[in-house]
């Protein structure tokens, strides 16, 4: 989960159509809708090549998997769901695996792929499937409702509505944005989006490739997707791994309101790092004062922009955002930002900033988030944004802005499925930070506690959200044995973690590491995987 106010186009591997060819093998309030649906097995899918050259490179093929619009009308409208997968190559064969690199809204076409990045070859045992979750991507019909959404432009107002005129600015351009999604070619999916659609159509996938169990690889809002999985059809849960663990009971406001909290702490983090560095950027030995001089800057830029006009407040903090997320991209980042505050040049802050593109991954987060739990009205986000911001500003309005289409959204919202483990016998992996702030790490401890089978590592002290198979020995060989063999170690008896490893290491500072990619020196995932993850969860903050 993520929250930006920045719509950020698709990286080139997540993009994999089928070539045909090929042969086929293994707002208001509305009631939830019961957890059973008419049952409904899909046709095979047709295995052809991928367009993605990433995927082409990995072996990977690609197909469409027919579903249900409408789970409850198994007969009716169909939709398309983009597939790619890579076969194993072991002989000791372990099964299919799905995996999902979070949002909603993210393309997973490429995380078949990942089953390199798993450490002693242990990825090769398994069958992997990316995909595009309906409504995203290659998937058809794919949502998107407005490309040049003005709130995601360089000409907005600040995001602190401290002046009336850019509180009604706000309102009325995310307003116009939901109006905008109801008239989507694809707004016939808009009532068709929620995380238990996803999530049955995982079990279409599962019975398409003829698997008696899934194993699922899930990260930030995918662990979430998981869990509601594991809900619905806890006897066809095989070995799953949730990197990034989303608090099904604050699902989605709630949790929101915690990423504000958490993410201006997380700030403090980077600019604590950015003092210890002084000898690299010459911003000062004082964390503290490093912030202040962020909010002086943020007031500046208000004035007046830098980077020809396209860098004010906004968009400096949507990029600074990301070293609250993660700590890949701490050093090229702390390099930009110094060479802004000592001469006034944003060029490379603004180069950061994705700005205004195809809109499906934002417009699919709505989709889901609007719609997936209950969203409060006007009133009480206004009241509960001025009463965070006031001790924690640095993303609060940015984040109620970016959530705000909800409450305008042209499809009802529902009270949010009942999650639960306890029908669940099967062993679950957890990772979590703990200082993450996109899934605070007390979501993390509530989920452990809710799936009893469950088995907590913490990464202790880390600000990375959703960074396994980043090269740290105590969590990745744990994955990679846990995969294997199916086997965990036994649960501590205290409601904590179980395991606790180091985090995601800071990178070494540099006065410019452009281009160098969101990589740490013994990160497993090849930069272009990497990356795709920390776009997919963008589109949620």
């Known amino acids: 989960m993520k929250r930006a106010l920045t719509i950020v186009a698709s990286v080139a591997t997540a993009t994999a159509l089928l070539v045909p060819g090929g042969s086929s093998s293994a707002a208001p309030q509305v009631p939830q809708a019961a957890p059973q649906a008419p049952s409904y097995t899909p046709p095979a899918p047709v295995w052809g090549a991928?367009?993605?050259?990433?995927l082409i490179d990995a072996g990977?093929?690609?197909?469409?998997?027919?579903?249900?619009?409408?789970y409850a009308k198994p007969k009716g409208r169909k939709i398309q769901i983009a597939i790619s997968r890579v076969l194993h190559t072991d002989p000791d064969y372990k099964g299919m695996i799905a995996a999902n690199p979070g949002g909603p809204g993210g393309s997973g076409l490429g995380m078949a792929?990942?089953?390199a990045a798993i450490p002693n070859g242990v990825g090769a045992k398994y069958d992997w499937y990316g995909f595009d979750p309906r409504g995203v991507g290659s998937s058809t019909p794919s949502l998107s409702c407005n490309?040049?959404?003005?709130?995601?432009?360089?000409?907005?107002?600040?995001?602190?509505?401290?002046?009336?005129?850019n509180l009604k600015w706000w309102q009325r351009v995310t307003k116009k944005y939901a109006k905008a999604c109801s008239r989507s070619d694809a707004k016939v999916l808009l009532r068709h989006m929620h995380t238990t659609d996803v999530a049955r159509d995982l079990d279409s996938l599962?019975?398409?490739?003829?698997?008696?169990k899934l194993n699922y690889y899930g990260f930030s809002y995918g662990t979430y997707l998981g869990q509601v999985y594991a809900t619905l059809f806890p006897k066809k849960v095989g070995r799953f791994v949730w990197d990034g663990v989303l608090n099904a009971d604050r699902a989605f406001y709630l949790s929101n309101v915690d990423q504000n909290i958490q993410f201006d702490k997380n700030i403090n983090h980077y600019f604590r790092w950015l003092?210890?560095?002084?000898?690299?950027?010459?911003?000062?030995?004082?964390?503290?004062?490093?912030?202040?001089?962020?909010?002086?800057?943020?007031?500046?830029?208000?004035?007046?922009?830098?980077?020809?006009?396209?860098?004010?407040?906004d968009e400096l903090g949507d990029v600074l955002l990301s070293a609250g997320y993660y700590v890949y991209d701490w050093a090229s980042i702390g390099a930009a930002y110094a060479k802004l505050v000592k001469t006034g040049d944003g060029a490379d802050l603004i180069d950061m900033y994705a700005g205004p593109g195809d809109d499906n991954g934002f417009a699919v987060y709505n989709a889901v988030q609007c719609t997936d739990a209950v969203w409060p009205n006007w009133k009480k986000t206004q009241a509960d944004a001025w009463r965070v911001h006031r001790k924690h500003p640095f993303l609060t309005w940015g984040n109620t802005w970016y959530n705000a289409p909800c409450l305008n959204w042209p499809a009802p919202s529902r009270k949010a499925i009942d999650v639960s483990g306890k029908k669940v016998k099967s062993r679950i992996l957890m990772i979590a930070e703990?200082?993450?702030?996109?899934?605070?790490?007390?979501g993390a401890v509530a989920t452990r506690k809710a799936f009893r089978t469950s088995f907590l590592i913490e990464g202790v002290g880390g600000t990375t959200h959703s960074g396994s198979l980043s090269g740290i020995a105590c969590t990745d060989n744990l994955i990679a044995s846990y995969l294997d063999t199916g086997v965990l170690p036994p649960r501590r008896k205290h409601k904590r973690s179980d395991l606790k490893c180091d985090p995601v290491p800071p990178p070494a500072a540099a006065v410019s590491t452009r281009g160098a990619g969101p990589l740490t020196t013994d990160d497993r995932m090849p930069a272009d995987l990497r990356r795709l993850l920390l776009e997919a969860q963008s589109t949620g903050r």
Do not use: H, W
């Open 206 to 212: 599962r019975k398409a490739v003829g698997a008696p």
């Open 147 to 165: 490309p040049d959404y003005k709130g995601a432009g360089y000409d907005r107002p600040n995001y602190v509505p401290t002046k009336q005129k």
């Open 275 to 313: 003092a210890q560095n002084d000898a690299v950027y010459g911003l000062g030995t004082n964390g503290k004062k490093i912030r202040k001089g962020y909010y002086r800057l943020l007031r500046k830029l208000d004035k007046q922009p830098a980077a020809d006009g396209r860098l004010g407040p």
């Open 434 to 442: 703990t200082n993450d702030a996109a899934t605070v790490f007390s």
């Open 60 to 70: 990977a093929q690609c197909a469409m998997l027919e579903v249900p619009l409408s």
């Open 50 to 54: 991928c367009t993605s050259q990433r």
């Open 113 to 115: 792929r990942l089953g």
